[in-house]
């Protein structure tokens, strides 16, 4: 191989097909001149350490492991991001790094969209002008990273659409500093069309070039500024301390399932990687931190669904002496600067609210997507006596009959209300066995439909129905009959079905409120035991203590566009209060020391009033980047069978490894 001192040459060495070296060209160095090896481009600039810069550059050729066609290690600067230079005069000379996005061959013109995380910018090479720089872009292809060095100019067919449509940069230097090796499974900067068409899998597997793409690039950024924002509020506005609390704690009944961590040096024992931070924030208050906040992970092992991961992150807030009107103030404005710092939207304030009755009484659920209606309104005192016996018998069980109106009702086809219909299977996947319907005539007083349902129904009966729920001509009429729980479980989910299906959710809409006024408690059937329906350390109404099990929580949930986002209480301080609400749940005394001894002692020692709220942050940020699912706003999430398909975990570990934990693997146990 020829080896040329960089000090006196500039040495063009180029492979051939089977890449070994064909041609070598040399000529005298000037300042700025460059050193190139296969087709890259080493950028040696004039200075009184040009021999230090040659020596370098000899090195690495010395270090290429004897191929002369593999490529230096090279660390360039850049002078400026891609996608910034539409600001930049010009005439200037830009040196981008990034990686090529495009390639288009105009017969001899090659352009190039080069990609980094600030945007695009076109290259254009010019085979009269700079033969080795268009010799170099001749030969790149999708993802190759390269630096490139040259000089802006106007484009002649300008794009006004992008940040840097109106120039493009001039390729006079190209430096490729890393290929391809492989076929890449899906296009970085793909249609529409493309990106759907690819299996969510192959993205998760393949999830460090899912991320070049613009949009996740996008929403790491925007879940970065979400962050960055609440900092700045909580911190410089109002004084909260962020404290980190335990990743290894101990395990305790939170709902879930806790991920344990067996302890080498304790046998027997697991620590439990938490599911919130609630205890320790709680007593974050009684040590005095006052106002606390932690951007915390937290761990559930348990299913998954598009809005769940097993690990998550959480912004978790807490003050002491602040009553609930000021915390949910604060939080509001917290919101609202979020929303203003990310979205430019100033939020209409206060957030309205309904208590937990309302939001189960009008829209069958604690988390209202208040953006369209199809709100449920009670019609069993209606049809109590009537001739239908499916409303009739609900009612006489001690059950309820609600009914949906939808406007325009010849939208929603026959087919699609009855068995192995879509609507149906709506009702039918909440537990009901399917949903009741009838249409308002075009006389508007009378109604049409199934026979039992419409005869069932005597002449006062059909107008009382048609006149509570507002009734218009054609209008279709959905109702649902049994306990309140099925009911409300049924036309909720049927209710934002057709929301979803008819067009009538409007996407650019935010729509926040707060339920408040949350039962204390709820039953578990399948224990047959009250169980806390936030978390046993949430605070009764006090106006309600003399019937514990019947009281409501000071509980409050910020909910956006039908999803939780955020929920929080005031909090037990006193143990007599905290040992009353575990006798609710069944948790004895020596139960509740040997799981919370460490809180129950804290309560003693002086704790005072406090307070908090949790936001899940991805899902706020799901919903504020427009996407579907969390796992589009983690960089490295985990599938709905929590594995990752990226690195393989969880992942299979030594029978040594498990012995150090005082485990017997099942195999070995059996082979002994």
């Not at 500039?10 to 190139?36: C, E």
């Not at 199809?374 to 016996?389: K, R």
């Not at 129904?457 to 306990?483: N, V, W």
Request: charged letters at 25%; a negative charge.
């Amino acid at each position: 191989a020829m080896r040329v001192t960089a000090r006196h040459l500039a040495l063009q060495l180029r492979p051939s097909r089977n890449n070994r070296i064909v041609a070598a060209r040399s000529a005298p160095l000037s300042p700025a001149r460059t050193f190139n090896i296969s087709c890259v481009q080493v950028n040696i600039k004039h200075s009184r350490s040009v021999a230090t810069r040659a020596a370098a550059v000899d090195a690495q050729m010395d270090g290429a492991d004897g191929k002369e066609s593999s490529l230096p290690m090279i660390w360039p600067a850049r002078s400026n991001g891609a996608g910034t230079v539409g600001g930049v005069e010009v005439g200037t000379e830009v040196t981008l790094c990034g990686w090529v996005d495009s390639y288009r061959n105009h017969g001899g013109v090659v352009f190039v969209d080069l990609r980094d995380h600030t945007g695009f910018c076109q290259v254009v090479s010019l085979p009269d002008d700079f033969k080795d720089a268009h010799e170099a872009v001749e030969k790149l292809r999708s993802e190759y990273v390269v630096a490139v060095t040259g000089t802006l100019r106007e484009r002649s067919n300008p794009n006004p659409k992008v940040a840097t449509g109106m120039v493009e940069l001039v390729a006079e230097k190209v430096v490729l500093l890393n290929t391809v090796a492989k076929s890449l499974p899906m296009k970085v900067s793909g249609t529409e069309e493309e990106n759907a068409a690819v299996a969510e899998e192959t993205r998760l597997k393949h999830r460090v070039l899912d991320l070049r793409r613009p949009k996740m690039a996008a929403n790491l950024r925007l879940r970065h500024k979400v962050v960055r924002t609440v900092r700045r509020f909580l911190e410089d506005k109002h004084g909260f301390v962020e404290v980190e609390t335990p990743i290894l704690a101990r395990p305790t009944p939170e709902g879930a399932r806790d991920y344990l961590v067996p302890s080498r040096l304790k046998a027997g024992a697991c620590f439990a990687l938490p599911q919130s931070p609630q205890l320790f924030k709680q007593m974050l208050m009684v040590a005095g931190v006052d106002r606390y906040y932690q951007v915390a992970r937290c761990f559930r092992d348990e299913d998954l669904r598009a809005d769940r991961q097993p690990e998550f992150t959480q912004l978790d807030l807490e003050m002491a002496f602040t009553p609930m009107e000021q915390l949910m103030q604060l939080n509001e404005e917290l919101v609202a600067e979020v929303f203003k710092a990310v979205k430019g939207v100033d939020l209409p304030r206060p957030f309205p609210r309904l208590t937990y009755a309302q939001a189960m009484d009008k829209y069958g659920s604690d988390k209202p997507d208040l953006r369209f209606g199809l709100e449920l309104v009670g019609v069993s005192d209606i049809v109590a006596d009537c001739g239908f016996a499916i409303f009739s018998g609900a009612v006489a069980a001690g059950g309820v009959v609600k009914a949906i109106r939808v406007p325009e009702g010849k939208r929603v086809s026959n087919a699609r209300l009855k068995p192995k219909g879509d609507v149906s299977g709506e009702a039918v996947a909440a537990g009901a066995r399917g949903v009741a319907f009838a249409r308002v005539a075009a006389d508007g007083a009378t109604l049409e439909g199934p026979a039992a349902l419409v005869s069932g129904l005597d002449e006062i009966q059909t107008e009382q129905l048609i006149g509570r729920l507002e009734c218009q001509p054609e209008d279709l009429l959905l109702f649902a009959a049994g306990s309140p729980e099925l009911v409300a479980k049924t036309l909720d989910r049927v209710r934002l079905f057709l929301g979803r299906s008819l067009g009538m959710i409007d996407e650019d809409q935010t729509a926040l409120l707060w339920v408040t006024d949350f039962p204390m408690f709820e039953w578990n059937a399948e224990e047959e035991r009250l169980e806390a329906l936030h978390h046993p350390f949430t605070a009764p109404n006090p106006a309600h203590m003399n019937d514990l099990k019947k009281a409501n929580a000071q509980a409050y949930d910020m909910v956006l566009n039908g999803v939780e986002i955020g929920g929080g209480s005031l909090r037990i301080y006193r143990s007599d209060v905290q040992q009353k609400v575990f006798d609710a749940i069944g948790l004895s005394q020596e139960e509740a020391k040997q799981k919370f001894g460490y809180l129950l002692d804290a309560f003693e020692i002086g704790a005072p009033p406090h307070g908090g709220i949790a936001f899940g942050l991805d899902r706020l940020v799901m919903l504020l980047a427009g996407e579907s699912s969390i796992r589009d706003v983690i960089a490295f999430p985990k599938t709905a069978g929590a594995t990752c398909l990226l690195t393989a975990a969880p992942g299979e570990v030594t029978v040594e490894q498990y012995r150090d934990l005082h485990i017997r693997a099942l195999d070995e146990e059996t082979s002994s």
